[in-house]
């Protein structure tokens, strides 16, 4: 499936993996994000062999309305507020979502797979 945008000269077709890599990419850059986690186990291990693949963890459903809701499966980072990294994940992939490929989105429900802890120094 894929997202239609019409315009006066035509119209424009946005593939899912297309939005769930816009999705991918913009959730990267928030702070306090260790990674996207994979949807379930069968991917999860065929992502082990995968480089660079952003979409990965990102679910995109469509609505008739020409709206989209997003399910984002991440792992974040020991010692900080899952909460703001979850609100600060939803503004930025709204923003970038509507400024760069102009579909209204409906939802964006985040799902923490996982906590990494990383550089515990011991004494």
Not at 79 to 107: D, P
């Amino acid at each position: 499936m894929s997202q239609q945008i019409r315009l006066e000269l035509g119209s424009i077709y946005i593939s899912e993996q297309v939005i769930a890599t816009f999705c991918g990419v913009a959730a990267m850059e928030c702070y306090g994000l260790v990674g996207m986690a994979p949807r379930n186990v069968q991917e999860g291990l065929s992502e082990l062999l995968r480089r660079d693949n952003y979409d990965r963890g990102v679910d995109v459903q469509l609505y008739d309305d020409n709206s989209i809701g997003l399910r984002l499966y991440v792992v974040v980072q020991y010692g900080l507020k899952i909460s703001e990294v979850a609100k600060n994940i939803q503004e930025r992939v709204r923003y970038t979502v509507e400024k760069h490929l102009g579909l209204n989105v409906r939802n964006i429900d985040i799902r923490v797979q996982g906590v990494r802890v990383t550089d515990i120094k011991r004494k």
